[in-house]
């Protein structure tokens, strides 16, 4: 589509939604247990969640460990990307309690994730250099998106989105108000909203 269509890959300033996974334990689980026996989850895990972020018209921006930095409206123009983005992070989550449940069939361990949503300006285009490039997006809202992924383990959330994220998906989500949290680097709070679910029709909550 990029060859297609066109874009500026050299950079430019783009209002994107970016998604940031992690996986919960992970490391006190690697204490524990053989390489082999880590590995196999991993490997069945990631292709599900690969796949989520595709499907909703998202692009993999980095595998950071077990965490997974996605990014939907770059490089290509997408007037919907934090709707895709929200859709995402409930679909990972939807993939993961599939893969629970039948790990837990076969009596292997069990993997819990937070995943959070934050919608700004960045920067997007090509970094690195001459011998190693990639394209991706740089800013204060992909900063924010990993402070943000951070909480979901002090407030016991699944999914968080900011204040951003939820203006520009307006009244099609259910949420849970948070509050304002001071994140490190910030000097401003960010809002944040546990999301619970898509909003159907007729639905007042």
Same mark, same amino acid.
């Given at each position: 589509?990029?060859? +297609?269509?066109?874009?500026?890959?050299?950079?430019?300033?783009?209002?994107?939604?970016?998604?940031?996974?992690?996986? +919960?334990?992970?490391?006190?689980?690697?204490?524990?247990?053989?390489?082999? $026996?880590?590995?196999?989850?991993? /490997?069945?895990?990631?292709?599900?969640?690969?796949?989520?972020?595709?499907?909703?018209?998202?692009?993999?921006?980095?595998?950071?460990?077990?965490?997974?930095?996605?990014?939907?409206? $770059?490089?290509?123009?997408?007037?919907?990307?934090?709707?895709?983005?929200?859709?995402?992070?409930?679909?990972?989550?939807?993939?993961?309690? +599939?893969?629970?449940?039948?790990?837990?069939?076969?009596?292997?361990?069990?993997? $819990?994730?937070?995943?959070?949503?934050?919608?700004?300006?960045?920067?997007?285009?090509?970094?690195?250099?001459?011998?190693?490039?990639?394209?991706?997006?740089?800013?204060?809202?992909?900063?924010?998106?990993?402070?943000?992924?951070?909480? /979901?383990?002090?407030?016991?959330?699944?999914?968080?989105?900011?204040?951003?994220?939820?203006?520009?998906?307006?009244?099609?989500?259910?949420?849970?108000? +948070?509050?304002?949290?001071?994140?490190?680097?910030?000097?401003?709070?960010?809002?944040?909203?546990?999301?619970?679910?898509?909003?159907?029709?007729?639905?007042?909550?």
């Amino acid at each position: 589509r990029v060859l +297609r269509e066109g874009s500026d890959l050299e950079g430019e300033v783009r209002t994107v939604s970016v998604l940031m996974s992690d996986v +919960r334990g992970f490391t006190t689980l690697s204490e524990r247990l053989p390489p082999a $026996a880590i590995t196999a989850p991993i /490997n069945e895990y990631f292709p599900a969640m690969v796949d989520a972020i595709l499907a909703h018209r998202g692009i993999i921006s980095d595998f950071i460990g077990d965490g997974i930095l996605a990014m939907f409206g $770059a490089p290509l123009d997408d007037p919907d990307h934090a709707w895709h983005a929200v859709e995402t992070a409930l679909a990972m989550q939807a993939a993961l309690a +599939r893969l629970n449940a039948r790990w837990q069939t076969e009596g292997r361990p069990t993997l $819990a994730m937070g995943v959070a949503v934050n919608t700004g300006e960045v920067f997007a285009g090509n970094v690195g250099s001459a011998r190693k490039k990639k394209y991706a997006v740089i800013g204060d809202p992909v900063n924010t998106v990993s402070r943000m992924e951070g909480l /979901n383990r002090e407030l016991g959330t699944a999914i968080l989105i900011s204040g951003a994220t939820l203006a520009a998906v307006k009244d099609r989500v259910v949420v849970h108000d +948070r509050g304002a949290f001071t994140m490190k680097g910030k000097t401003q709070p960010v809002e944040l909203f546990e999301l619970v679910g898509i909003r159907e029709e007729g639905d007042s909550r």
